[in-house]
């Protein structure tokens, strides 16, 4: 890892693309990871293997994804010829939600519970490892919870006493159209229920296909409050 300073990497990366920020991170940090669960992730994987081949790639199994979502983790493994390392979440605390709640409590409660149990928690000890990481965040996707996200940050909400976590996030400034275009001329691979309707990808009870016009977080916790669509993976989004 180079010596990093944050203020002056906001100011050098803000507006710039992903590849100029992609290549900033990984040749500031060493210990750094893609997080990945769905297209945009792959692009940033596509872009950062042409930058450092030594990548770290983690995406999370919550244990309620759909099976295309599965096959899709499988075929961009082996598509690029990386390793993946898969997060579960503790046995222990989802033996003891689900037999307290049932499988279907957050349509009741939120959703808030069974994400922090099946995406927080096995994510901040991912990241407790780590010195930064790399999201697929576009401000496009919420503008209430994304529009005022900087292309490089502290991650307040995963640091811990005495280290600071950086968070970078390439892709802020493009647009769904730019994403769909970069994968269609390098041939990346995505999940097949984008052919279905489906835009923004989460677990299966939770995520439904939009219709046309719709925007593209209308399919995940349809049934709450747009402005607090997040799973708490980006929970400092959320204007309090």
């Known amino acids: ?9 906001q100011t050098e990366l803000q507006g710039k693309n992903p590849r100029t920020i992609l290549k900033a991170a990984l040749n500031h940090f060493d210990n750094i990871a893609i997080s990945f669960s769905g297209a945009e992730d ?3 994987i596509d872009m950062a293997l042409n ?3 030594d990548i770290q790639v983690f995406s999370l199994d919550t244990g309620r994804l759909h099976p295309e979502t599965y096959r899709f983790i499988e075929k961009v493994r082996k598509h690029y010829g990386i390793a993946i390392d898969i997060l579960s979440p503790d046995r222990e605390q989802l033996d003891a939600f689900v037999k307290e709640k049932g499988l279907f409590s957050f349509y009741e409660d939120g959703h808030q519970q069974c994400c ?3 995406k927080v928690e096995p994510l901040r000890r991912k990241l407790a490892t780590l010195d930064a990481w790399i999201t697929g965040q576009r401000k496009d996707q919420s503008l209430d919870t994304r529009g005022d996200v900087p292309e490089v940050q502290l991650d307040a909400g995963f640091s811990g006493p005495g280290k600071q976590l950086i968070k970078f996030n390439p ?8 994403v769909w275009d970069y994968i269609e ?11 279905h309707g489906y835009i923004s990808i989460g677990c299966e009870p939770c995520t439904r296909p939009v219709l046309p ?10 049934w ?10 980006h929970g400092g989004n959320v204007k309090q």
């Open 51 to 53: 930058i450092r081949k």
């Open 171 to 178: 892709l802020l400034n493009w647009s769904s159209a730019q």
């Open 185 to 195: 001329a390098y041939r990346v691979p995505y999940n097949d229920l984008h052919q």
């Open 42 to 44: 792959v692009v940033l």
């Open 116 to 118: 922090g149990i099946r």
């Open 213 to 222: 016009n719709q925007h593209e977080r209308a399919g995940r916790w349809w």
């Open 224 to 233: 709450e409050d747009s402005a607090k669509k997040e799973c708490g993976l």
């Open 1 to 9: 890892m180079t010596t990093f300073d944050l203020n002056t990497a």
